[in-house]
């Protein structure tokens, strides 16, 4: 199960707990179950926002996401979350993000923003959003 992690530049919110209490029962729901469950739980270290708190404080965006992601798994702990697998950082990561891109970009299925940000071309994708959800994609 792979589920999408905090942005850890500042304290997690109820709003942001809403989403890993969410993933805990469906964790919790399984295991029940009977399944086994492999958790991975991603960590977003690098960002627009965290680069701008870390000159904002004049800290490390080594030293900014330490902080915020020991206080993520603190408050999981108080919440009686049961922790994932792992937590991999997205800086442990980037080689991989990029390559991905290219290779998305390679077979038409990425496109770069004037400003410089990539995104996935989903009207390139047969059948995107179709198997789901059912989307109707012409609207």
Known sequence: MYTCGPTVYDSAHVGNFR?????DVLK?????????????????????KIINKCNAESISLQELTDKYTNAFFDDLEALNI??????????????????????????????QSDEGSWYFSVSKKEGYGTNLVQLDPDH
């Open 19 to 23: 989403a890993f209490l969410t993933y």
């Open 28 to 48: 919790r729901t399984l295991l029940y179950l009977g399944y086994n469950v492999d958790h991975i739980c991603n960590l977003t270290d690098v960002d627009d």
């Open 82 to 111: 049961i922790k994932a697998r792992a937590y991999p950082r997205a800086t442990e990561h980037i080689d991989e993000m990029a390559k991905l891109i290219l290779d998305l970009e390679q077979n038409g299925l990425a496109y």
